[in-house]
């Protein structure tokens, strides 16, 4: 009995808790993954469907000087997985020299009427059409090039991901609340989880009570 009574009371705690117990169970956004920014230093740079030469290669191969995005920490082999162009094949880490660390995505809305989408972090690259609409969501990298281009990761068609946009038409998305916490406690409409567990704390209390009447009743009779 003093098991369930002490999980009744930690449920009861958690609902009262607020914003950080909120947090612990439901966390707003997941971890972003680790992804780095790369530039190809060899001529022409052979894709493939695995970690080593032994794989298949996957046409085409990169450009001397094309940017990437791709895993940011290798294989046993130094191989790297990528997350832009060919998502989800091989490249050799000996022939990727590294741009930008940081390893986190932010969301983005277009502030232009219409923002080009080009094939690297600045005008003088090409165009990969269609362009950003004015309002658009989308995301990107959370740390620009040097002259403040992002790369984009989500939200644009496949033939995007891992081209470029200026910053300068971008405005950051702050992201809502997992929670909301005040004198009633944490909202069941933002925090399922909670709620459930709030529901399953009642319930338990409730049969604690019950069988806390029973034995009450039955030693008067």
């Known amino acids: 009995m003093a098991l369930a009574?002490?999980?009744?009371?930690?449920?009861?705690?958690?609902?009262?808790?607020?914003a950080a117990e909120a947090a612990a169970v439901t966390p707003h956004l997941a971890a972003a993954p680790k992804i780095c920014?790369?530039?190809?230093?060899?001529?022409?740079?052979?894709v493939r469907t695995g970690p080593g030469t032994r794989w298949d290669t996957v046409p085409p191969p990169l450009a001397h000087g094309k940017h990437l995005g791709a895993d940011c920490i290798t294989?046993?082999?130094?191989?790297?997985?990528?997350?832009?162009?060919?998502?989800?094949?091989?490249v050799s880490g000996q022939y990727l020299k590294l741009i930008s660390s940081s390893g986190r995505s932010c969301r983005y809305?277009?502030?232009?009427?219409?923002?080009?989408?080009?094939?690297?972090?600045?005008?003088?690259?090409?165009?990969?059409?269609?362009?950003l609409k004015h309002g658009q969501h989308i995301t990107a990298d959370c740390r620009g090039s040097e002259s403040g281009w992002r790369s984009l990761r989500q939200s644009v068609p496949a033939n995007q991901i891992g081209k470029w946009s200026s910053g300068a038409y971008l405005k950051p998305i702050t992201p809502s609340r997992g929670a909301s916490a005040g004198a009633g406690g944490t909202s069941p409409a933002t925090n399922p989880?909670?709620?459930a567990a709030g529901l399953g704390a009642i319930a338990l209390g409730g049969g604690v009570?019950?069988?806390?009447?029973?034995?009450?009743v039955k030693g008067l009779s």
Do not use: C, I, K
């Open 5 to 18: 009574v002490a999980g009744t009371a930690g449920g009861l705690m958690l609902l009262a808790g607020g």
């Open 37 to 46: 920014r790369y530039e190809v230093t060899a001529s022409s740079l052979n």
């Open 109 to 131: 809305e277009v502030t232009a009427s219409s923002l080009n989408v080009r094939t690297g972090p600045g005008t003088g690259w090409d165009t990969t059409p269609p362009p």
């Open 209 to 216: 009570a019950v069988a806390a009447r029973r034995r009450q």
């Open 193 to 195: 989880a909670l709620a």
């Open 75 to 90: 294989s046993q082999s130094n191989w790297h997985q990528l997350r832009s162009n060919q998502v989800g094949m091989w």
